[in-house]
């Protein structure tokens, strides 16, 4: 607990610059760690992490990374909104999940270790258009990857609030998530 009271206690640009040092990738149920950059890579056995496990393991995904944030956001009385976009069809499924935060009366996405935001940027002037913005950007990357196969009536998107119990599946998490 000693390593995420350190994180936590961050200011917010370190914080967000240890974010986005965190592996991408994620534990397994038997406590492996698995990366993406691993040439075996595959998601078997998920097990999501919390956010003591994401430091201790300095690994994650970003469902569970959108937790540690979370939390962050929450102790120090950050205004933040999440949500869960989802894009299921025969041909693809692919999910990501983003926290949204202000900062200086200004919403940005909250940088994490995938995506390569930097913090505040871009930013806007409501979470709406902070959260309409970045979607656009995940269904630009849908609509390159599938071409005329994109169908808008496959994206799923949803801002929830709940939390999730370390050590669920990824099966527990989407069908939590989708509600």
Known sequence: MAALDSVIAMNTEDFFRYVKSIRYGYQDR??????????DFAVQDYSFSSPEEIVNNNCGWCWDLAELIRLYCTVHNIPHRSYFMEYRSDE?????????????G????????????????????DAEACAAWFVSLFTDHLESVLKERYDAASLFVREYSRTFAPGISDDEYLLQIRG
């Open 30 to 39: 038997s406590g492996r760690l698995h990366f993406i950059e691993d040439e």
């Open 92 to 104: 693809l499924h692919q999910t990501h999940t983003q926290v949204f935060l202000c900062d200086q």
């Open 106 to 125: 200004k919403w940005s996405a909250a940088p994490d270790n995938c995506l390569g935001l930097e913090f505040g940027t871009p930013a806007f002037d």
